[in-house]
């Protein structure tokens, strides 16, 4: 059952391709108070191929699609700073991001300086785990020691860009002189590790991310991961959003658990998103959760009660009807 659902998930995205124009009616209002979608179509942004973003997206829309009046696709994105810019120029209606991302772009700080965007949340979801990869032989065993090292600071406008340049930041790094930051995707990124082209990778995505399970699977023994936790305080300076998680050893049969930092993800949309349509795609979200977490079982780590707080992002309306 859980690989059907998987399928489903993959064959919502692979509709879309990975262009992401916006399809949608859902302009139209809903009506004051309703907790039901219009008829109409809306697009997801979600993330890289390999990540929790992609088949959680796809599987979210599915989910639309067969329990709302909206038909939802799901695209391929570079994810979180991607997809709100886009987001935001009207080419996708829903967006999966981070939340020191989404927390940057209200505040008009980072990639959005000076320019703060009009986003609110549909829903705080599953926690990021900050996964920090590197070759056993490359001689890294801290953050700061990967200075002169090729390391993998992910997609360009991603999240884990964002993330892996604070990182080496906090560690007393310079991201565009210190390492020779390569700007890959996952699935790049996967291929360079296994071809030693790479010595290591930051990666923020949900437990597990199946590329990073190809890389622990293929290179049993060769790649360890990172203790990043010595740099939690000056990275709650730059946003209080972070905090300590552990990657158990389990997840990706590794020797024992390890400590990292992580960080709440969000569904977002524009302002002027329809109330009934967000009420009802955020009911839904927790209403058929167990659904979604046999897509991927980073879904099983959402709760209602932490739902809610997506400060600094406002809470939509409609979301905060339906959370109620």
């Known amino acids: 059952?859980?690989?059907?659902?998987?399928?489903?998930?993959?064959?919502?995205?692979?509709?879309?391709?990975?262009?992401?124009?916006q399809q949608t009616d859902s302009a139209a209002p809903s009506g004051s108070g309703s907790c039901e979608t219009a008829d109409g179509r809306i697009t997801i942004a979600t993330?890289?191929?390999?990540?929790?973003?992609?088949?959680?997206?796809?599987?979210?829309?599915?989910?639309?699609?067969?329990?709302?009046?909206l038909r939802a696709t799901a695209a391929e994105t570079g994810a979180s700073v991607q997809n709100i810019q886009q987001l935001v120029a009207g080419n996708y209606d829903v967006a999966f991001s981070l939340a020191d991302t989404a927390?940057?772009?209200?505040?008009?700080?980072?990639?959005?300086?000076?320019?703060?965007?009009?986003?609110?949340?549909l829903a705080r979801i599953y926690p990021n785990s900050t996964q920090v990869l590197v070759r056993s032989d490359a001689g890294i065993n801290s953050v700061a020691d990967m200075k002169g090292k090729r390391i993998s600071t992910g997609s360009p406008k991603s999240g884990t860009e964002v993330i892996a340049n604070r990182l080496l930041q906090a560690a007393g790094l310079k991201p565009d002189t210190d390492v020779q930051a390569q700007r890959l995707d996952l699935a790049k990124t996967a291929d360079g590790m296994k071809a030693g082209t790479l010595d290591g990778l930051v990666w923020s995505g949900g437990l597990p991310t199946a590329q990073i399970t190809d890389i622990t699977t293929a290179m049993k023994g060769k790649v360890k991961f990172l203790d990043i936790t010595p740099l939690l305080p000056k990275l709650k300076e730059v946003n209080p959003v972070y905090d300590q998680g552990t990657i158990p050893a389990a997840t990706y049969a590794q020797p024992s658990d390890v400590p990292t930092v992580v960080v709440p993800n969000l569904l977002l949309v524009r302002e002027d998103f329809p109330a009934g349509n967000a009420c009802a795609i955020t009911k839904?979200?927790?209403?058929?959760?167990?659904?979604?977490?046999?897509v991927h079982p980073a879904a099983k780590e959402m709760s209602k009660q932490l739902?809610?707080?997506?400060?600094?992002?406002?809470?939509?309306?409609?979301?905060?009807?339906?959370l109620g």
């Open 307 to 322: 739902a809610t707080q997506t400060d600094p992002v406002p809470l939509h309306p409609g979301a905060k009807q339906a």
């Open 47 to 69: 993330g890289n191929s390999g990540g929790v973003y992609y088949v959680l997206g796809g599987g979210l829309a599915q989910l639309i699609s067969n329990n709302t009046k």
């Open 1 to 21: 059952m859980k690989r059907a659902l998987a399928a489903v998930a993959v064959l919502a995205l692979a509709v879309t391709g990975c262009g992401g124009k």
């Open 284 to 294: 839904l979200i927790f209403d058929k959760q167990a659904e979604l977490a046999k």
């Open 103 to 121: 927390a940057d772009a209200v505040n008009g700080k980072g990639s959005f300086d000076g320019k703060p965007q009009k986003i609110q949340a």
